[in-house]
T-cell receptor
Framework: DAGVTQSPTHLIKTRGQQVTLRCSPISGHKSVSWYQQVLGQGPQFIFQYYEKEERGRGNFPDRFSARQFPNYSSELNVNALLLGDSALYLC????????????FGSGTRLTVV | DQQVKQNSPSLSVQEGRISILNCDYTNSMFDYFLWYKKYPAEGPTFLISISSIKDKNEDGRFTVFLNKSAKHLSLHIVPSQPGDSAVYFCAASGTVGHDMRFGAGTRLTVKP
């Protein structure tokens, strides 16, 4: 029974480049959220999608964008990478449109050099 | 703005004793609170939650207490076990937006 899967697990990018992170939710889960966790801090909300529509956006610049596909998988895109974008990016999925039952993936560790 | 605060970055307890992890929040619109546990190289794992209409929720060795007037919640682990050693995050959510706000985490170390 697969959980939330994220790819890649690790990534090194140069400042100014663009990156795409991918997330496959648990089968049947229609809601996907993205979080950024900087070292020493808690996860910070970036985006929430439900049934392919954006339902919420955190306090992140427009360089961050996301989308959800018909199979409910999701991508997070970050343009014009800054050193400060180095973080663990977490994807979480849940069955419906409520705050119960979030399940997190293991994350993608992004390093910007 | 830090709406959820965990003021203790670390806590060390002896195996078998009680672990008490604390969390404070500032937004009175929060009505659902969760605790997550995180091991290195893994995503956060849901531990226990509480709705604002309750003041206590128990699940085995884990109990969460909510004091709405003080905007404070705590997680009690009794008895603590070495396998409980992890980073514990407090999270809160409101009815609008459905996103969770997390605290900075408390690293719990349970010594044998």
């Amino acid at each position: 029974d697969a959980g939330v899967t994220q790819s890649p697990t690790h990534l090194i990018k140069t400042r100014g480049q663009q990156v795409t992170l991918r997330c496959s939710p648990i089968s049947g889960h229609k809601s996907v959220s993205w979080y950024q966790q900087v070292l020493g801090q808690g996860p910070q909300f970036i985006f929430q999608y439900y049934e392919k529509e954006e339902r919420g956006r955190g306090n992140f610049p427009d360089r961050f964008s996301a989308r959800q596909f018909p199979n409910y998988s999701s991508e997070l895109n970050v343009n014009a990478l800054l050193l400060g974008d180095s973080a663990l990016y977490l994807c979480a999925s849940r069955l419906g449109d409520s705050y119960y039952g979030y399940t997190f993936g293991s994350g993608t560790r992004l390093t910007v050099v | 703005d830090q709406q959820v605060k965990q003021n203790s970055p670390s806590l060390s307890v002896q195996e078998g004793r009680i672990s008490i992890l604390n969390c404070d929040y500032t937004n009175s619109m929060f009505d659902y609170f969760l605790w997550y546990k995180k091991y290195p190289a893994e995503g956060p794992t849901f531990l226990i939650s509480i709705s604002s209409i309750k003041d206590k929720n128990e699940d085995g060795r884990f109990t969460v207490f909510l004091n709405k007037s003080a905007k404070h919640l705590s997680l009690h682990i009794v008895p603590s076990q070495p396998g409980d050693s992890a980073v514990y995050f407090c999270a809160a959510s409101g009815t609008v937006g459905h996103d969770m706000r997390f605290g900075a985490g408390t690293r719990l170390t349970v010594k044998p």
